[in-house]
Nanobody
Framework: QVQLVESGGGLVQAGGSLRLSCAAS????????VGWFRQAPGKEREFVAG????????YYTASVKGRFTISRDNVKNTVDLQMNSLKPEDTAVYYC??????????????????WGQGTQVTVSS
C-alpha cells in the first residue's frame, strides 16, 4: 500500500515556475514507478511525466518536454516536478500516482494503482 500527498500548487503568471512535490509513505514506494498526471476542467486526465523505480528513466508528454523535469529521492520518499516556462494551458489539477508493477514508465493511467488527492496549478496570462 502507498499513500501519496501532493503539494506545491498555486497561482503563477505565464512564464513563471512552480515545483510540485509528491510525498509518499508505504513500503513499496521505492519499487514503484511514479507518474504525474493533470486534469483540466472538462478534459480527460492526462499523463504529464513519469520516472522509473530507480530514477534512471524518465518520460514526458510532448507538450511539457524541455519545460518540466521530474526527479525522485528514494531515501526521502519524494518525487518532484519542476515546472518552468508555464503556460495558461498548463492550468489543471495535478496528481501524482504510483505504479508498483512496471520496471520502466507507463503513460496510461490504468497502470497506476495509487493516487494522491491532487494540487491545483493555475497559470494566468
Amino acid at each position: 500500500q502507498v499513500q501519496l500527498v501532493e503539494s506545491g500548487g498555486g497561482l503563477v503568471q505565464a512564464g513563471g515556475s512552480l515545483r510540485l512535490s509528491c510525498a509518499a509513505s508505504g513500503r513499496t514506494f521505492s519499487s514503484s514507478a511514479v507518474g504525474w498526471f493533470r486534469q483540466a476542467p472538462g478534459k480527460e486526465r492526462e499523463f504529464v511525466a513519469g520516472i522509473s523505480r530507480s530514477g534512471g528513466a524518465t518520460y514526458y508528454t510532448a507538450s511539457v518536454k524541455g519545460r518540466f523535469t521530474i526527479s525522485r529521492d528514494n531515501v526521502k520518499n519524494t518525487v518532484d516536478l519542476q515546472m518552468n516556462s508555464l503556460k495558461p494551458e498548463d492550468t489543471a489539477v495535478y496528481y501524482c500516482a504510483a505504479d508498483p508493477d512496471t520496471i520502466g514508465v507507463q503513460t496510461g493511467r490504468y497502470y497506476y494503482d495509487y493516487w494522491g488527492q491532487g494540487t491545483q496549478v493555475t497559470v494566468s496570462s
